[in-house]
C-alpha cells in the first residue's frame, strides 16, 4: 500500500482523487482568506463611498460562512486544530456505533427473507452449472482437481479409522440380509419371465450328448452287462439294451425340447416353484442359506480380496492424480460434460435444481443474517481508523469541499441581504 502525505492508496485512482482534493481545499482556503482580505479593505474604505458597506457586508458574511462550513468538514473526520472540542471527530467517536448500525441495517433491509428469495428466483442455477459443466476445459480442470484430493481422501481416510468403520458397517449390513426371502423372489422373478425353461433346455441338451457319448454307453453297457444273467450276455444282450435305453431317453429329450407346451414342462416348473417356497419359507434352507453367508464372509480370502482391491484401486487414483496415467481424468471429464449436456436438455431437472437451491440458501441466509450481521459490526469496529477517514476523504471529500464554497456564496449572500434591510431602513 502506498502512501502519499497523510493519503493511503490501496485502489486505482485514489493518487489523482488525493491530488484533486488538495487541490479543491487549497483553492477553498484561498477563497476564504480572499473574503477575509476583502472584508478587511472594505472596512478601511468605509469612509470612502457607502458601497464599501455593502461589499464589507458580504465579505463579513461570506468569511463567517466559509469558517462555519470548514468547521463542519473537518469536525467530520477530525478535530479541528487538534483542539479537544465535543463534538468532533465524529466518525472516530462513533466507530462502534457505526459499525452496529451498519450490521443491523444490512440484516433487515438486505438479508430480509423477502427480498433475498426474489434476487434469488431471478438467478437460474440450472443453466449456469449446466453450461459450466458443458465447458471442456472446466470439465478437465474439474475432474483433475477431484482427482488431486482423492489421493488424500484415502489417505485420511486410512489413518482416521474410517476404513474400518466401512468395513464393520458392511460386514454388519451383510450380515443382517437375510437371503433366503430375497434369493426365493429373484428365482421367483425368474421363473416368471419363463428364463428356468432356457436353462432346461440347456440341461436337456448336455443330458441328450452325454448319453450319446461312446464313453458314457460304454460305463452304461458294463453296469447293465453286470447285472444280466450269464447267458444273456452270451448273445450279447446288454448292447441291444443300452441302445435301446439311449435311444428312447434321446427321443424323449427331443420331443420335450421340440414342445414348449409338454407336460414334462410342467411338471418342471411345478418342481422349480416348489423349491422356490420351500426356499424362503422352510426354516432348514434359511439356517443353511444364512450358514452359507457366515461362512463366507468369515473367510480370510475375503478380507485380503477387498484389501487387494483396496490398494488397487488407491494406486490407480494415485497414478491418475501424478498424471501418469489420463484414463480416469478423460473418464470423469466426459462423465461432467455429459451431465451437462443432459441437464442443459432437461428444463424440468434445471426448475427442481433452482427451486431447491432456492429454498436451501433462503434457509441459510435467514439462519446466518445474525451472524453476517455480527461480521460486519466486528470488522467495522476492527477497521483502521485512519486509514479508512483517508479513504472516505479522497473519495467523498472533494464534495465535501464545495460545501465550503457554498458556505462562503450563501453567507456573503445573506449578509448583503442583511445589511440591506438594514441600510433602509436607516434611511427611512
Known amino acids: 500500500m502506498g502512501s502519499s502525505g497523510t493519503y493511503l492508496f490501496d485502489t486505482p485512482g485514489d493518487a489523482e482523487r488525493a491530488a484533486e482534493l488538495r487541490r479543491v481545499k487549497a483553492l477553498a482556503t484561498l477563497v476564504l482568506a480572499s473574503t ?35 468547521y463542519a468538514v473537518v469536525a467530520l473526520f477530525k478535530r479541528p486544530l487538534g483542539l479537544p472540542i465535543p463534538h468532533t471527530a465524529i466518525i472516530q467517536s462513533n466507530q462502534a456505533r457505526i459499525a452496529d448500525k451498519l450490521g443491523e441495517f444490512i ?40 482427482l488431486r484430493l482423492l489421493p488424500e481422501a484415502f489417505s485420511a481416510t486410512e489413518s482416521s479409522g474410517l476404513m474400518t468403520f466401512i468395513i464393520r458397517r458392511m460386514s454388519s449390513q451383510l450380515q443382517a440380509i437375510d437371503l433366503a ?70 427321443a424323449f429329450f427331443n420331443e420335450v425340447r421340440s414342445d414348449p407346451k409338454h407336460p414334462f414342462r410342467g411338471e418342471f416348473d411345478r418342481m422349480v416353484l416348489n423349491f422356490v417356497d420351500q426356499l424362503g419359507t422352510d426354516r432348514a434352507y434359511i439356517d443353511r442359506i444364512d450358514g452359507l453367508k457366515r461362512d463366507l464372509l468369515a473367510r480370510p480370502e475375503l478380507a485380503d480380496l477387498a484389501r487387494t482391491v483396496w490398494a488397487n484401486t488407491r494406486s490407480f487414483i494415485e497414478r491418475s492424480a501424478s498424471g501418469e496415467t489420463q484414463v480416469l481424468q478423460h473418464h470423469l471429464a466426459g462423465m461432467f460434460v455429459a451431465a451437462g449436456e443432459a441437464l442443459a436438455g432437461d428444463a424440468e431437472l434445471r426448475g427442481e435444481i433452482n427451486k431447491g437451491l432456492v429454498t436451501v440458501l433462503r434457509s441459510v441466509v435467514a439462519d446466518q443474517k445474525g451472524g453476517v450481521s455480527t461480521f460486519i459490526s466486528d470488522q467495522v469496529k476492527a477497521w483502521n481508523m485512519t486509514q479508512l477517514i483517508s479513504l472516505i476523504e479522497i473519495n467523498i471529500g472533494r464534495d465535501l469541499q464545495y460545501i465550503r464554497f457554498n458556505g462562503s456564496l450563501i453567507g456573503g449572500l445573506a449578509g448583503l441581504a442583511l445589511y440591506s434591510v438594514e441600510f433602509l431602513l436607516r434611511l427611512l
Do not use: C
Open 107 to 146: 440484516q433487515v433491509h438486505f438479508l430480509e427473507t423477502g427480498p433475498v428469495e426474489a434476487k434469488l428466483k431471478e438467478i437460474d442455477f440450472g443453466s449456469f452449472v449446466a453450461d459450466w459443466l458443458r465447458d471442456r476445459k472446466r470439465s478437465d480442470d474439474l475432474a483433475r482437481f477431484a
Open 181 to 250: 426371502p430375497l434369493a426365493a423372489g429373484t428365482l421367483r422373478g425368474f421363473v416368471a419371465e419363463g428364463r428356468h425353461q432356457i436353462l432346461f433346455d440347456d440341461l436337456l441338451r448336455v443330458m441328450h450328448d452325454t448319453l450319446n457319448q461312446k464313453e458314457t454307453m460304454a460305463m452304461i453297457r458294463e453296469k447293465v452287462r453286470a447285472e444280466l444273467p450269464t447267458l444273456l450276455r452270451l448273445y450279447r444282450a446288454d448292447k441291444f439294451l443300452v441302445n435301446k435305453i439311449v435311444a428312447s431317453a434321446t
Open 36 to 70: 477575509l482580505a476583502l472584508f478587511t479593505v472594505a472596512k478601511l474604505l468605509l469612509n470612502v463611498h457607502p458601497v464599501f458597506g455593502f461589499i464589507a457586508a458580504f465579505a463579513e458574511a461570506a468569511t463567517i460562512g466559509g469558517l462555519a462550513d470548514w
